[in-house]
């Protein structure tokens, strides 16, 4: 994230109980960008839970090799643990840092887009064409701006579904419940920032840009649809692993 970009009044600084009554208090703001860019960041929380889990995890392995209680074919964590430090790195210094900005700027620019939709009403009902004309503009020209950071929203996005799935598969598997929470949150992330862009593109879709946004929101869309299907054969694997231990016990009995 560029260290420029800094929010200085922040949405995420109220309580959880706030933050939720503003979203459905039915105003513009926050919306549905900032709705997006969440789902990323609680992706990225759950994901650092699990790494920070599972570096203990290898803490535990090395004592163990020191006392002789476990041999080196043995080895679930150690062997992932500079990944693991990669992936919390990452998020705390790249990805999170993003997403709270795009959560705050999103809300902030959004409801100057509808002060300028409702500027250009005005102006339309008072007979001045002239007005209305550059609210309209300007009011584009932000959606425009908008749009873009939601595009943004997404990119992070897809980068945790990857973190996601790297430590559903090699991190501590007895909290693959905030594994998958974090994977389906991100690619939620992805889906809404998906919705929001189509329905910007019908307003923008009269600009030249919109035309390179359009083939790039459909790339996302092919995207993601293999990221789900990635995610649903964790969804199977793990199902599949509770056939097989209810199987177990039965047999067991």
């Known amino acids: 994230m560029d260290k420029g970009l800094v929010t200085t009044s922040s949405l995420l600084d109220k ?13 513009s703001a926050p919306g549905s960008g900032s709705a997006a860019a969440l789902m990323g960041i609680l992706a ?19 004592r163990a090799i020191d006392d002789g209680t476990i041999k080196s074919n043995q ?13 919390i790195d990452d998020i705390k210094n790249n990805i999170e840092p ?21 500027q250009r009403i005005q102006a339309g009902n008072d007979g001045n064409k002239e ?10 020209d932000k ?29 501590y598997t007895a909290v693959r419940g905030d594994s998958g929470a974090a994977i389906s949150a991100a690619i939620a992330g992805v889906t809404s920032s998906i919705f929001i862009i189509n329905l910007n593109l019908v307003s923008l879709s009269r600009r030249n840009w919109s035309k390179d946004k359009k083939k790039a929101c459909d790339e996302m869309y092919e995207k993601l649809q293999k990221k789900q299907i990635e995610a649903f054969t964790r969804v199977g694997a793990l199902s599949s692993e509770v056939v097989e231990t209810m199987q177990f016990n039965i047999d067991d009995v």
């Open 15 to 27: 309580s959880v109980n706030g933050l939720l009554d503003d979203f459905g208090a039915g105003n």
């Open 44 to 62: 990225g929380k759950l994901i650092i839970t699990v790494c920070s889990l599972s570096i203990k995890k290898a803490a535990q392995e090395k």
């Open 75 to 87: 080895l679930k964590f150690i062997p992932f643990e500079n990944q693991f430090q990669f992936i």
């Open 98 to 118: 993003e997403l709270k900005y795009l959560f705050e700027e999103d809300s902030k620019e959004f409801e100057q887009v509808v002060e300028l939709r409702k």
């Open 131 to 140: 007005l209305q004309s550059r609210y309209n503009k300007e009011s584009l």
């Open 143 to 171: 959606l425009q701006h908008v749009t873009d950071f939601v595009f943004r929203i997404s990119d992070q996005c897809f980068k945790l579904i990857d973190h996601g799935n790297f430590i559903f598969d090699k991190a």
